[in-house]
């Protein structure tokens, strides 16, 4: 998870190297919508990626205003033995 400066929600050329690595590591990005907003643009370049996503029970992308990134969360489901 991170900010990879990698707009997520361009064309796939645009994302492609990044792609092609999530792919080879079976990852699947959880976080939709843009994640950065400015006056003049809005980005998806903060990112979560899993590779076990029936692990995630739900992901946030929240606006805050204190930056001009949102916030990125997830939670996790997690099981007691």
């Known amino acids: 998870m991170g900010d990879f400066n990698i707009n ?3 064309k796939k050329t645009e994302r492609k ?3 092609d690595i999530t792919n080879k590591c079976n990852l699947t990005q959880l976080i939709q ?4 907003v ?3 643009s809005q980005t998806q370049i ?3 990626f899993t590779n076990r996503p029936e ?3 739900a992901s946030f992308n929240m606006l805050t ?3 001009d990134h949102n ?4 939670v996790r489901k997690l099981t007691r033995k």
Not at 33 to 36: H, Q
Not at 71 to 74: G, K, N, P, Y
Request: net charge neutral; no cysteine; aromatic share 4%.
């Open 17 to 19: 190297n990044i792609e």
């Open 65 to 67: 205003g204190l930056s």
């Open 71 to 74: 916030i990125t969360l997830m």
């Open 46 to 48: 903060d990112l979560i």
């Open 33 to 36: 919508g843009p994640t950065r």
């Open 38 to 40: 400015t006056n003049s």
């Open 55 to 57: 692990r995630i029970t």
């Open 8 to 10: 997520w929600d361009k």
